[in-house]
């Protein structure tokens, strides 16, 4: 197995864009025993894994071919990163390499699961065996100007339902006849497979349900500030990113809405529902109060944006009712 971990990683720093390297690569795959594949492949970077499955024909089958394990190692390493719930989902809507594909893609909707997986845990994103290999946000992101952060769970809630957000516009946005493409299945991948952890009515669901009620009541406090500080320059941009979330929070209650999840009798969902149902409402009060008092609550980017108009529907009053639409 030694041997194996030197190959493998020498195959990673080394890249498959040589004639050796994918001989190499070839060889390995061909004659380890599923074990000491998915062993190997467990030290290399998500990315590292798509590109090997990606490199030919044949490395797709081996990876993806039933073996000693069931499900071929693809499918294994899916359930080891993703658990059996959202994995069963994301391999479903596109098959095992799509939902690894789903874990390292830079598109909205696998960053909305990567987010969705760290909170609900005990799967966390990234690992140090499976670095998705691209810049992402993190909780250490969210530090407002007084260098303060909300509690993790509120941050990453928020950077969830920013993530969420563009997940849905695009998805309106993007043509029909996209759907064969690889972002699309990557996408549709993602999507089935957080749909999966959101509807599964565990621990982890409860868990991104509460992250994103916290996050509306740091958007309500942030709206606060913005209107207490009396910001002129950047105040429609602030509040935008107010709008943002809690379009992204109304995106998450349609999922669970269809997931009947009101209909669940555990407790901790009820409680976590009902404090997210609180929250929200609470925002849209706030909301509400200070366009009583005057204030232009504009969205110029998202309401004024002829693309993301047209995929917002008009049911997100809060995009809407800045004075553009007012006249």
């Avoid at 696998?110 to 992402?136: C, D, M, N, S, Y």
């Avoid at 969420?164 to 972002?183: G, W």
């Avoid at 002129?232 to 269809?258: C, K, N, P, T, W």
Wanted: proline share 3%; aromatic share 6%.
């Amino acid at each position: 197995v030694s041997l194996a971990h030197v190959l493998v990683a020498w195959i990673g720093e080394a890249g498959l864009g040589t004639f050796f390297g994918m001989r190499a690569w070839n060889s390995f795959a061909d004659s380890a025993t599923d074990d000491v594949l998915l062993r190997s492949l467990g030290y290399l970077h998500g990315a590292q894994i798509v590109a090997l499955a990606a490199a030919s024909a044949s490395s797709t089958a081996r990876l993806t071919a039933d073996g000693e394990f069931q499900g071929g190692a693809a499918k294994r390493l899916a359930v080891a990163k993703l658990g059996p719930v959202a994995s069963a989902a994301a391999i479903t809507a596109s098959g095992p390499i799509t939902a690894l594909r789903a874990l390292v893609s830079v598109a909205p909707a696998a960053e909305a699961l990567r987010l969705a997986l760290a909170l609900a845990g005990p799967v966390t994103l990234p690992t140090e065996q499976f670095k998705h290999g691209i810049k992402a946000t993190g909780p250490t992101m969210a530090a407002g100007d007084g260098g303060q952060l909300p509690a993790p769970d509120a941050a990453v809630g928020g950077l969830f339902l920013d993530a969420l957000f563009c997940s849905v516009v695009q998805q309106r946005l993007l043509p029909k006849s996209h759907s064969a493409c690889t972002a699309s299945r990557t996408a549709a991948a993602a999507n089935a497979a957080l749909t999966a952890l959101l509807t599964a009515f565990e621990a982890g669901s409860c868990r991104i349900v509460a992250a994103v009620a916290a996050a509306m009541r740091i958007a309500e406090h942030d709206l606060d500030t913005l209107v207490d500080d009396g910001m002129v320059e950047g105040f429609h941009r602030g509040y935008e990113a107010v709008a943002r979330r809690r379009s992204g929070a109304e995106f998450l209650r349609i999922q669970l809405v269809a997931a009947r999840i009101r209909e669940v009798e555990d407790a901790e969902a009820r409680v976590a529902i009902d404090e997210l149902d609180a929250a929200i409402a609470a925002l849209d009060e706030t909301i509400q109060s200070y366009i009583r008092e005057g204030y232009d609550l504009g969205c110029p980017t998202l309401a004024g944006g002829v693309a993301c108009c047209s995929a917002l529907p008009y049911e997100h009053w809060w995009v809407f009712v800045g004075r553009l639409y007012s006249r």
